[in-house]
């Protein structure tokens, strides 16, 4: 089941730059999505949706962005700081989630040096 | 803020028994989950459960796993004779809006 895919498991960047993360879905029914982060030991902590309906949404440090012609998301971080360092994981569900399953990609590990 | 409570920490078992894996959700949120996250691999919907019923479940959801809110505020779920596949962090989730995940339980099957 390959539904959700971050293709790159992990991603290196300076303190301070831009770390962009990536995410692509298969499923066009798919119509929220939602990043994640998580630290070892602790569960998935919520950073930002997006609905299908927008393709920008933006909070403070970070903003995601949706093209759905190329079923493609993405996290922006601006700017980096070391306590970004964790796991992403991009999701996706049908609905606005009230009740729905979210399907997970794989995640990517960000480093972020100081 | 208010955190979605997970109980044990770790719980390690033989292969065949059951075991009970305890959340507290956010108190007002009225959807809850089980998610699990193998070693390595993604995490993965078990199951969804909304106005005391499952809602939605998985293919993994089989007939040894089972789901319960006992009183107003645990959400609990059974796998009835463990295999040492049942291995895993087992994220419990309440939402209102969106999914709030508890810090896990790691089931250690031996």
């Known amino acids: 089941d390959q539904q959700v895919k971050q293709n790159s498991p992990s991603l290196s960047v300076q303190e301070g730059r831009i770390s962009i993360l990536n995410c692509d879905y298969t499923n066009s029914m798919f119509d929220y999505f939602l990043w994640y982060k998580k630290y070892p030991a602790e569960g998935p902590t919520f950073l930002i949706s997006?609905?299908?309906?927008?393709d920008k949404n933006e909070d403070g440090r970070f903003t995601v962005f949706l093209n759905k012609s190329a079923k493609h998301l993405s996290l922006h971080i601006v700017p980096s700081q070391p306590g970004d360092s964790a796991v992403y994981f991009c999701?996706?569900?049908?609905?606005?989630?009230?009740?729905?399953?979210?399907?997970f990609g794989q995640g990517t590990e960000l480093s972020v040096k100081p | 803020e208010p955190e979605v409570t997970q109980t044990p920490s770790h719980q390690v078992t033989q292969m065949g028994q059951e075991v009970i894996l305890r959340c507290v959700p956010i108190s007002n949120h009225l959807y809850f989950y089980w998610y699990r996250q193998i070693l390595g691999q993604k995490v993965e919907f078990l199951v969804s459960f909304y106005n005391n019923e499952i809602s939605e479940k998985s293919e993994i959801f089989d007939d040894q796993f089972s789901v319960e809110r006992p009183d107003g505020s645990n959400f609990t779920l059974k796998i009835r004779s463990t295999k040492l596949e049942d291995s895993a962090m087992y994220f419990c989730a309440s939402s209102e809006n969106r999914p709030n995940f508890g810090p896990g339980t790691r089931l250690t099957v031996t």
């Open positions: 997006i609905s299908s309906i927008k």
């Open positions: 999701a996706a569900s049908v609905g606005d989630n009230q009740g729905g399953k979210l399907i």
